[in-house]
Structures are given as C-alpha cells and as structure tokens.
C-alpha cells in the first residue's frame, strides 16, 4: 500500500532466529513495508550504515535497540522509557494485579547486607528494569551470593553489585502467555511456557485479553509494548512487560503485529 512506504522496518539478520526474520520480512512485503535487514556486530558503539530516508521501525537485541534509542533520528523508533519500564513502575501503577507486587526491590548489595535469609534459602529474583541482563530466575540463598561476589570483582556495564533487581518468594505458575498491545488493545498474543517449560502456542484464552486490556485502561507503559501474563493459582497477574522492539515472538502472529504497529507508526506523523 502507498501509505506505508514512507515508513520501513530496519530488523536485525544475525541473533533473530531464521524463522521470525523471515516472518518479519514476509509481513511486510504482504503489506508493502519496505524492509531492510542488517546485521549488527555485539558490543558494538556504532550502528552499520543504511538507507535513512524513510522513518524507521527498529527490532533487534538489546544492542541495537540501545544505539538507536541514542540516536535522535531513530529514537521514535524505538517504542520504550526507561523511567517507565520497570517492575517498581509497574507495580506502583497495578498494585496488586502485578505478579512481584509484594516482592522486595533493591540492589543485589543490598540483598547480601540485609542477612536475613539462610543458605538454602529459595528466592525467585530477575531484573527490575528492562535491560534483561539476566532471565528471572529461582536460585539458593547461597547461589546468589556466590553471584554477587563474582560481579564485584568484574567491570560489567549493564549488570554490577548496584543493579536494581526484584526479589522475591518462589510462585507457583501455571501458564504464562504474551500478549502484544497496541493503543491500549492486544493484537497478537501467544503462550509460552506452561508449569515452568516451554510451550509455544499461538494464542490465549478470552479472558486473558479482558485482564490485559481492562489493565491497559488503567495505564500503559508505552502506546506500544508487550505484556507478560501468568495464571497462578486461579487468578490472572501481570509477569511484566516489555519493548516490542526486541520482544521475542514465539508463535505470536507476525503479520498482525507488524500491520498494527505500522498503522499506529504511521498515526504518530
């Protein structure tokens, strides 16, 4: 279609698995987006040239996406805040609908200065912002100490004994599905994992779209942006939520995604 082609999509070849690259490139040659493929070297400080002359729909790997938020012509691009995506934020505007509501946040120091927990100790803890320098994860007391001491002793730029992380007890899930939300209504969503394993299928219940979009008018974090949502127990909680631009689709339908954001890039002109 005209309308799209003064927008493209710019996704990253290498570190994108095979099959979404080629669903991202298919969704958009169906609908007329131009496409642009790059590949972007790891750790890198500078993005690799390409054609600039359309406004541009980024998605890759955490690298990339942080050299285009950088960037005054790319950052509308990227569909993210750093002071709103975090598990604090989330849980100040959800309260008790968030799955780490009563879960304690501080620094990884912090955790080891406190004693309060013994050896055997399992706590469930994963980042709280968005920079996923780490997968939540249910480790022993004594794992996380032995973690922490092994990042005082390392120069990490993204992970250090001051990063911010949420910790809290073990949850017992049954299903956790994600859902990709456009102005407020979900518009592809897919399981993936079910009792702690993965699980890809295309899809979710009704009634995790009412939740997801009955929280959505309550607030969003961004226009644009993916949500994470568990059953536990018999009671639908939001895990977290996410930059679309590096998202992973899982069996989410990708044409759907790509259409809606699309349309909403180009409504923001």
């Not at 994963?126 to 092994?150: C, L, Q, V, Y």
């Not at 899930?173 to 102005?183: A, D, F, G, K």
């Amino acid at each position: 279609m005209e309308k799209y082609k003064r927008i493209q999509w710019v996704v990253q070849r290498n570190l994108t698995s095979q099959a979404d690259f080629e669903g991202m490139k298919m969704a958009c040659g169906k609908i007329g987006v131009p496409f642009i493929a790059l590949d972007i070297i790891p750790f890198t400080a500078e993005l690799p040239q390409f054609d600039r002359s359309c406004r541009s729909i980024i998605y890759g790997s955490t690298t990339f996406n942080a050299l285009a938020y950088e960037d005054d012509t790319l950052r509308e691009g990227i569909f993210f805040d750093k002071h709103k995506f975090s598990i604090e934020n989330y849980n100040g505007q959800w309260g008790q609908y968030m799955l780490n509501y009563e879960a304690s946040i501080c620094t990884f120091k912090e955790l080891m200065e406190s004693r309060q927990h013994t050896a055997d100790k399992l706590l469930f803890i994963r980042p709280d912002d968005d920079s996923k320098s780490f997968a939540g994860e249910t480790k022993r007391f004594d794992e996380i100490e032995g973690w922490f001491n092994m990042l005082i002793g390392v120069e990490n730029s993204t992970l250090s004994a001051e990063s911010k992380i949420v910790v809290s007890e073990p949850y017992n899930i049954q299903y956790e599905w994600r859902l990709w939300i456009v102005n407020k209504k979900v518009v592809a969503a897919s399981k993936y994992r079910e009792y702690f394993k993965l699980r890809k299928e295309e899809g979710c219940p009704a009634a995790v779209i009412t939740f997801a979009e009955q929280r959505c008018q309550e607030y969003t974090p961004h226009d644009v942006f993916v949500m994470d949502v568990c059953l536990c127990g018999d009671e639908y909680f939001i895990v977290e939520c996410g930059c679309m631009n590096g998202a992973g689709f899982y069996k989410g339908n990708i044409e759907s995604i790509i259409t809606n954001v699309s349309e909403y890039f180009i409504s923001i002109t």
